[in-house]
């Protein structure tokens, strides 16, 4: 069974420029979520789709941050202008259930390097 | 909203030893309680659970204890191997949030062979 596919795998832009970032889940998978992950902590959540509406969006900074997930499948998370704290790695992760308490599949991650 | 605790940052055992990791979590009413195990350049990987009716699981090598009274969990490694290098991660979600996941800092363990 093919894992969650994420890319690009690295980026490094300068600051106050845009990025994309995409996510394909596993197959059967309704929900789907975006994670940040800084270096030295957890994943922190920033999205969670269930088909192709949000669920919680509560810790996303809406002012240069947005996500999409059309057709309730692909999703892309898109970070515009970037500052230099969004330097992490971001994870997209998928799981069979609505609710979090299941497990959650992730890819590897998208590193993100803004100077 | 909850909060979550991990300790130590960094555990160094010998391989063949055993190591303990610990979390402790702020809302009673967290009720789900996974392990994840993160190698290097990859995302992080499932390896144990724990629901708050139960009060130890084990898988092979990998226990986990909860104590609800405290308010905290363990991840027990027993015989540990080199292959088990890697950072560990606790989380704890709860219905009154939404059930989402809140994860801990992280434990970076390292099995010296």
């Known amino acids: 069974e093919a894992g969650v596919a994420q890319s690009p795998r690295y980026k490094i832009i300068e600051k106050r420029q845009s990025v994309a970032f995409w996510c394909n889940p596993i197959s059967g998978h309704a929900t789907l979520y975006w994670y940040q992950q800084i270096l030295g902590q957890g994943p922190k959540l920033l999205i969670q789709f269930q088909n192709n509406g949000v669920v919680d969006d509560s810790q996303l900074p809406k002012d240069r941050f947005s996500a999409e997930r059309l057709k309730g499948v692909d999703s892309t998370l898109k970070i515009q202008p970037a500052k230099l704290e969004d330097s992490a790695v971001y994870l997209c992760a998928s799981s069979l259930v609505s609710e979090n308490t299941g497990e959650l599949f992730f890819g590897e991650g998208s590193r993100l390097t803004v100077l | 909203g909850e909060n979550v605790e991990q300790h130590p940052s960094t555990l160094s055992v010998q391989e063949g030893d055993s190591a303990v990791i610990k979390c402790t979590y702020s809302?009673?009413?967290?009720?789900?309680f996974p392990w994840y195990k993160q190698e290097l350049g990859k995302g992080p990987q499932l390896i144990i659970d724990?629901?708050?009716?139960?009060g130890e699981k084990k898988d092979q090598r990998i226990a986990v204890t909860l104590n609800k009274t405290a308010k905290h969990f363990s991840l027990h490694i027993t015989e540990t191997q080199p292959e088990d290098s890697a950072v560990y991660f606790c989380a704890a979600s709860c219905a009154l949030y939404g059930n989402k996941l809140v994860f801990g800092a992280g434990t970076i363990l390292r099995v010296k062979s």
């Open positions: 809302d009673s009413a967290s009720n789900y």
């Open positions: 724990i629901r708050s009716n139960v």
